[in-house]
């Protein structure tokens, strides 16, 4: 028997010629499972890491790693060098104007948290409203909900089509309620994969005065994000699902609006001067930076981002987007086989119900073949109960997926299809 790590990874012919070196870069991906190859579709829910950010984290801890922004030590500087190194390279990722306009977090949850916290603690009263839509992962649902109770604003949701494409009249009449004191979308559906029109809705919104975030968690990783063009108030992203490591995440926001937040934790590193009587507050992007953060896993989403920029993030997802028609047109031949999301406009991951077959059994058979789906209601409860469904199984792809490990789901598929039969 062989090591894990003598398995060869799976052949990648007629894909971009690259692949079979992409795959190489993540050891994770030359497993057995079950004694089959792994074949890992579950990126949406978390992507794996390449040996760049693996190397990044273990350097950290291995060489210079020491708490940062207050040792006069040699250690402390090159642990906060690196630090602050992550923070631009993320600036420039997402063409931000400035470093002090990104913030870390532990995720797109925290981020949207901080946002609904600070941000609309001071200036939500009974009777304002928030748009969100019917398409939303929990974590931009949930901190609403509670700022909602917290203050007497109502939260309004914006419908959208049995594709999965929102209603732009349905958006736009919901703005003009006169009410609307923030709008929030996700950029990418997890659930459906649609890609929201994110500038013309961001465009409706500013048009009324109406500051915009936008869930970024699923677009970052498949699609060029540039904050300033899209002109988006807040915007909010994690680590994991962009090959980076987990508990790290972003948050963007301009400069004027984040500088007329209050803090969103007290503690160490967010202030310039503590008495009894008062506490002056740091600069950002500190003031909303307290405790010690995720140092070494903010070190690695930095890595993250120039392995993605070193393999280009258009060929990313050019690719994606080959796999996702492929994918698409050989589920569709399995009778039986329903996929929820076909929005026109549309990211790497099918969704889908089989007749007949509970998602969780398709997962837990498909794992007996290696094949890692996610099987659930996706942290999208609403989304289900718009189709009349419990849950989907999905698959969704990343940089290293390739046409044979769709045609190995395709397979597994019709197996499972048989048995349920
Ligand atoms: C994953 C995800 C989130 C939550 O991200 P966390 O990393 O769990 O905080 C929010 N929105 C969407 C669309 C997601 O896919």
Redesign the pocket.
């Known amino acids: 028997m062989s090591a894990p790590s003598a398995l060869s990874p799976l052949p990648a012919k007629s894909y971009e010629p690259d692949l079979a070196r992409i795959r190489l870069e993540f050891p994770i991906l030359g497993q057995k499972i079950h004694g089959k190859h792994l074949v890992y579709l579950d990126n949406?829910?978390s992507v794996q890491k390449p040996r760049d950010v693996i190397k990044a984290v273990s350097d950290c801890y291995s060489h210079y790693y020491a708490n940062i922004h207050r040792g006069v030590h040699l250690l402390s500087e090159r642990s906060t060098t690196a630090y602050e190194n992550a923070r631009e390279t993320v600036r420039a990722f997402i063409n931000a104007a400035s470093g002090q306009e990104i913030i870390f977090t532990?995720?797109?949850?925290?981020?949207?948290n901080l946002v609904a916290s600070s941000f609309g603690g001071s200036r939500f009263q009974s009777g304002d409203e928030i748009l969100i839509t019917g398409m939303?992962?929990?974590?931009?649902i949930v901190p609403w909900q509670l700022l909602c109770e917290r203050t007497g604003a109502t939260l309004k949701v914006a419908p959208f089509t049995d594709a999965g494409e929102l209603l732009l009249d349905e958006y736009e009449r919901l703005l003009d309620s006169g009410r609307v004191k923030l709008a929030a979308f996700?950029?990418?559906?997890?659930a459906l994969g649609t890609i929201n029109p994110a500038k013309t809705l961001i465009e409706l919104a500013h048009a009324r005065n109406i500051p915009v975030l936008v869930?970024g968690?699923?677009a970052v990783a498949h699609l060029p994000v540039d904050v300033q063009a899209l002109d988006c108030d807040f915007y909010?992203f994690?680590s994991?699902?962009i090959y980076g490591p987990?508990g790290v995440?972003v948050l963007y926001g301009k400069q004027a609006l984040l500088e007329a937040m209050p803090p969103y934790q007290g503690g160490g590193d967010m202030i310039r001067l503590v008495t009894f009587e008062k506490t002056e507050y740091a600069d950002l992007p500190n003031k909303f930076e307290a405790g010690t953060p995720n140092i070494a896993g903010v070190i690695g989403l930095g890595a993250a981002l120039d392995w993605l920029n070193s393999v280009g993030l258009e060929t990313v997802a050019a690719h994606e987007h080959a796999l996702l028609n492929y994918a698409t047109a050989k589920l569709a031949e399995i009778p039986g086989l329903n996929i929820m999301g076909t929005a026109r406009d549309k990211a790497a991951l099918v969704a889908f119900t089989l007749r007949g077959a509970h998602p969780h059994d398709i997962g837990t058979i498909l794992d007996r073949e290696g094949i890692a789906i996610r099987a659930g209601h996706?942290?999208?409860q609403p989304v289900m109960q718009r189709y009349g469904v419990p849950a989907t199984a999905r698959a969704s792809f990343a940089a290293y997926n390739s046409r044979e490990e769709v045609d190995y789901l395709v397979d597994a598929l019709w197996k499972v299809k048989e048995l349920f039969e």
């Not at 939303?136 to 931009?140: A, D």
């Open positions: 949406a829910a532990r995720g797109t949850t925290e981020s949207i939303e992962h929990h974590s931009n996700v950029h990418i559906s997890n869930d968690a699923q909010a994690s994991h699902k987990s995440g996706h942290c999208a």
